[in-house]
């Protein structure tokens, strides 16, 4: 039995650039692993049948095909086929349908897990390229350092050496109101409203935005998401505007529906989460993470 943690994500930074020939998005984005974890365990069985995968802790997630868990087996069975019926266990944390990419870790941690228990066969660039197929999101999962996304989300690079010292062991609150948003709707938003943000502009943006990262002044946490969302979720927005108003550096991370806040040793948490507590009600979840390699746990 091989057991992995399969880390959120935060998006820091987030615009989009436009439509794609492909009908993708390309986007621009700073993005961070928390250590707030799913947990997957892993094993294959000799006896014929099919793949199995028991889900802990999160009555709305179907485990079906439509899962990326069993999505990754089978596309790690396409390149390269193996015998036996594999065994999974996945102990969710991460809310879904959240912007956490807790899916798409779910579904790398898969791949890299039958890497491991098969001894290896596909290289490193093999997996990143199953990881593209799987979903926009999932390249980035194969990096364990805080990164700059770029293309449909395939195009990952580091972020600088100062700038990962200064996000490593960052506290944070998450909050994800009773609401989920799919990413396509999201994206759909965005398309039918044309909120993109000019690809000069945003690499412009990034930059001021690594800039203060790196000089740890004040953070302003940007998200294109925010205005479309706006539309059918206007609580979203006005909220975070409410907390910023308040001295909090917030944003939101993804397509939603999950904001987070940035702590300092100075951030009167109890007032913040009964700010949260009263706007969405008191079975919001509600977390401190921090941002942390993948590996560790928290
Ligand atoms: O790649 P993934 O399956 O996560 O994408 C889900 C949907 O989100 C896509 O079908 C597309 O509608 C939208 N999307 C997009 N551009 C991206 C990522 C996702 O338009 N870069």
């Keep these: ?54 889900i802990e802790n999160s009555p709305g997630l179907l485990a079906d095909a439509s899962n990326t868990v069993l999505k990754a087996i089978q596309c790690f069975r396409k390149a390269h086929a193996f015998s036996g019926r594999v065994e999974a266990v ?62 449909r989300g395939e195009v990952v690079t580091p972020v600088s050496a100062a700038a990962a010292e200064a996000l490593q062991g960052q506290r944070l609150y998450l909050f994800k109101p009773d ?30 935005f690594l800039a203060a990262l790196e000089a740890q002044s004040p953070l302003h946490f940007t998200n294109d998401f925010l205005k479309p969302l706006a539309f059918k979720y206007p609580l979203l927005s006005l909220f975070l505007d409410h907390l910023r108003q ?27 989460e009964g700010q949260i507590v009263g706007a969405f009600g008191p079975h919001c979840f509600r977390v401190e993470t921090r941002i942390q390699c993948p590996g560790s746990v928290s």
């Design 179 to 208: 609401f989920s948003i799919e990413t396509p709707w999201a994206y759909g938003q965005l398309k039918a409203t044309q909120a993109y943000t000019p690809p000069l502009e945003a690499e412009a943006a990034l930059a001021t």
């Design 1 to 54: 039995m091989l057991t992995l943690s399969a880390p959120a994500k935060l998006n820091l930074f987030l615009a989009v650039t436009g439509l794609r020939a492909d009908g993708f998005h390309n986007l621009v984005s700073c993005v961070a692993p928390l250590s707030l974890h799913d947990t997957l365990s892993f094993k294959i069985v000799p006896e014929a049948g099919p793949d199995y995968l028991h």
């Design 246 to 272: 308040q001295g909090f550096a917030c944003g939101l991370s993804g397509s939603g529906s999950a904001c987070f806040v940035w702590l300092n040793e100075n951030t009167p948490i109890e007032v913040l």
């Design 90 to 151: 996945l102990a969710k944390k991460i809310p879904f349908a959240a912007g956490l990419g807790g899916g798409s870790s779910d579904a790398v941690a898969t791949l890299k897990g039958l890497n491991t228990l098969l001894g290896g066969p596909l290289s490193a660039d093999h997996l990143m390229e199953l990881a593209a197929q799987i979903g926009s999101d999932c390249p980035l999962f194969l990096y364990s350092n805080p990164s700059l996304i770029r293309g």
